[in-house]
């Protein structure tokens, strides 16, 4: 179902697969292995202007597995984030789940715990007035139990039937067609 969101909206954003490249045998481990997917400074810069709070809900267990270190992650958040600012973005908060999937833990994607983080940081959000933007199942399914509305994207993959984009309220390429679908939208 289309969504309108005015100033009082939250987004939620999934990071690898929708920021950022995801690579298939790999964590991003350092900032030289985090590479923009194409347009997505540019999406983020408008996205600031459309919703009230952004927020990056992202699973990392390649910490759990002893990968990478919490330092590594906060290094590679850092460059982000100093990134995205130039281009004109914003990004409110940043969290993320390091514990294994194996263990289930409460804050690892689908789970909901790092929404109700995000909500005791920022008491105003309100999940029904939310949007989360993710590449995975994981991410649809945190939506859904959250009552969020829901955009996956396919990462042009949709011709293959992608798994996760049936929980999906919309689908898109990536995020700056979503951001595209969104000025339309609006405009209505
Ligand atoms: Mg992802």
């Keep these: ?35 923009f997917l194409p ?4 999406a983020l810069k408008h996205l600031a202007s ?27 958040h ?6 995205i600012h130039r281009s004109g973005g914003r990004i409110d908060g940043i969290y ?9 833990p409460v804050s690892r994607k689908p789970n909901t715990g790092m929404a109700y ?4 940081d920022f008491p105003a959000i309100v999940f029904e007035k939310s949007v989360v933007v993710g590449d995975s199942e994981s991410d649809m399914e945190f939506g859904k139990r959250l009552g969020m509305h829901r955009v996956f994207l396919t990462r042009g993959e949709e011709a293959r039937g992608v798994i996760g984009a049936e929980l999906a309220d919309q689908t898109f390429p990536d995020l700056p067609a979503f951001v595209a679908g969104l000025s339309a939208q609006i405009k209505g």
């Design 50 to 76: 459309v919703f009230h709070r952004i927020i990056i809900v992202t699973n990392q267990q390649g910490i759990g597995k002893a990968c990478m270190t919490h330092d590594d992650l906060i290094r590679i």
């Design 39 to 42: 347009g997505v400074k540019k």
């Design 1 to 35: 179902m289309p969504f309108t969101p005015n100033a009082s909206w939250t987004l939620f954003l999934d990071r690898d697969g929708v920021i950022n490249q995801k690579w298939e045998n790999d964590y991003v481990r350092t900032r030289e292995a985090f590479i």
């Design 96 to 104: 993320y789940c390091s514990e294994l999937a194996h263990d289930n």
């Design 78 to 83: 850092g460059y982000m984030l100093e990134e």
């Design 117 to 120: 983080e995000a909500k005791a």
